[in-house]
């Protein structure tokens, strides 16, 4: 059974750090693009970034270049989401979810998702 988990998720102050982790089973998933998205109240789900499981490479959208920093760990199946520099406008609910397309960054491409943890940054 396709299975996405996220931990990390809670409270933080404007200008703190927050690691969000995503655990993915089965160990399939090395062969997808992990990819975060957030959705904050009345807004439409956004793309943060991804990661290829083989390559390591990454993609962000505009909004966390240079805050946020998505990585892997195979040895705990996990992928997670460092975001630095946190500001008011990040609080949302974050998503993990899976893809076979590397690069896209539109939500509809990526099929399995995660149940969400919710970030709250405060002013």
């Known amino acids: 059974q396709v299975q996405l988990v996220e931990s990390g998720g809670g409270l933080v102050q404007a200008g703190g750090s927050l690691r969000l982790s995503c655990a993915a089973s089965p160990r399939t998933f090395r062969g997808y693009t992990m990819g975060w998205f957030r959705q904050a109240p009345g807004k439409e789900r956004e793309f943060v970034g991804a990661i290829s499981w083989v390559s390591t490479k990454t993609y962000y959208g505009d909004s966390v270049k240079g805050r946020f920093t998505i990585s892997t760990d195979n040895a705990k199946n996990t992928v997670s989401l460092q975001m630095n520099s946190l500001k008011p406008e990040d609080t949302a609910v974050y998503y993990c979810?899976?893809?076979?397309?590397?690069?896209?960054?539109?939500?509809?491409?990526?099929?399995?998702w995660g149940q969400g943890t919710q970030v709250t940054v405060s002013s």
């Open positions: 979810a899976a893809s076979g397309t590397f690069g896209s960054t539109r939500s509809s491409d990526f099929g399995s």
